[in-house]
């Protein structure tokens, strides 16, 4: 399993723009499945956006469509998720997750053993 730290949330404006990080450390990072969840308060924990081992297979869930983009730099170790015309409603914690897995991007929450702390991202009116 590797280890995983995000960084980069905050408070932002509606319209606005936020990108998160998150750096994996342990084990080989090009041979891990990644996703972006989030839990807004009182909601079920949700994915996002996923991609594959090797960045060439995505997931992106309706509501993010066409205003987030998830990446990964395997030379880093890193996976980003850029978000733009941010709205109130993407109000939540938004949380890294790996899964070891060599095939086609996956939402199965069960496929994502490894999770990060957790970022707190907040959008205002």
């Known amino acids: 399993q590797v280890q995983l730290v995000e960084s980069g949330g905050g408070w932002v404006q509606a319209g606005g723009s936020l990108r998160l990080s998150c750096a994996a450390s342990?084990?080989?990072?090009?041979?891990?499945?990644m996703g972006w969840f989030r839990q807004a308060p009182g909601k079920e924990r949700e994915l996002v956006l996923a991609?594959?081992?090797?960045?060439?297979?995505?997931y992106y869930g309706d509501s993010v469509k066409g205003r987030f983009t998830i990446s990964r730099d395997n030379a880093k170790n890193t996976v980003y998720l850029q978000m733009n015309s941010l709205k109130p409603e993407d109000t939540a914690v938004y949380y890294c997750?790996?899964?070891?897995?060599?095939?086609?991007?996956?939402?199965?929450?069960?496929?994502?053993?490894?999770w990060g702390q957790g970022t707190q991202v907040t959008v205002s009116t």
């Open positions: 342990g084990d080989t990072f090009s041979i891990y499945a």
């Open positions: 997750a790996s899964g070891r897995r060599l095939g086609p991007v996956t939402t199965r929450m069960k496929e994502y053993d490894s």
């Open positions: 991609i594959d081992w090797s960045g060439a297979g995505t």
